[in-house]
Nanobody
Framework: QAQLVESGGGLVQAGGSLRLSCAAS????????MGWYRQIPGKQGELVAS???????NYADSGKARFTISRDDGEKTASLQMNSLKPEDTGVYYC?????????????RGQGTQVTVSE
């Protein structure tokens, strides 16, 4: 069974750092885009950062210059280094992987990890 599992969330003071990781298991095919999203209660998940198989990155304006996304295709993992965290960065962070299956692209989503940034 294919699944994504996030780790690295927690409680941190403003100005601190966290490194999130997303590990895939049970996925046999190549992964195109890997992305990190943030979910806030009552709102739809919003893109935080993404990285293509070719290494092209895309960041939401709120995270530019503070967040760095990376990937390891051999390990099928994606990481998000978050520095200079702000209270508004609080939310559930989850990863999405777009997998190139023989039937076409399929998106897998993790359960998420809570990030809480205190004043």
């Amino acid at each position: 069974q294919a699944q994504l599992v996030e780790s690295g969330g927690g409680l941190v003071q403003a100005g601190g750092s966290l490194r999130l990781s997303c590990a895939a298991s049970g996925i046999r095919f190549s992964i195109d885009t890997m992305g990190w999203y943030r979910q806030i209660p009552g709102k739809q998940g919003e893109l935080v950062a993404s990285i293509t198989r070719g290494g092209t990155t895309n960041y939401a304006d709120s995270g530019k210059a503070r967040f760095t996304i990376s990937r390891d295709d051999g390990e099928k993992t994606a990481s998000l280094q978050m520095n200079s965290l702000k209270p508004e960065d609080t939310g559930v962070y989850y990863c999405n992987f777009d997998v190139n299956t023989p039937a076409g692209s399929r998106r897998y989503r993790g359960q998420g990890t809570q990030v809480t940034v205190s004043e």
